[in-house]
């Protein structure tokens, strides 16, 4: 009922930020590949620490 008090684990804060990074990588693609490619490396290297949290958890699928 009171969602909005609970907060949020680390997996979600990860992947609010692999989303962001990876929204970001597209809008700078068609403007400057360099920081495109810089921002999905970083997303990989987010979505890395996703699967490394969810495998510690017991909930890797």
Known sequence: MFKF???KSNIDL???KYSKLQKEGYELSTSNRMES?????EAQEVLKEIEALE???GNGK
């Open 14 to 16: 990860l992947n609010e």
């Open 37 to 41: 490619d810089q921002k999905y490396a």
């Open 55 to 57: 495998k510690a958890e």
């Open 5 to 7: 008090f609970k907060k």
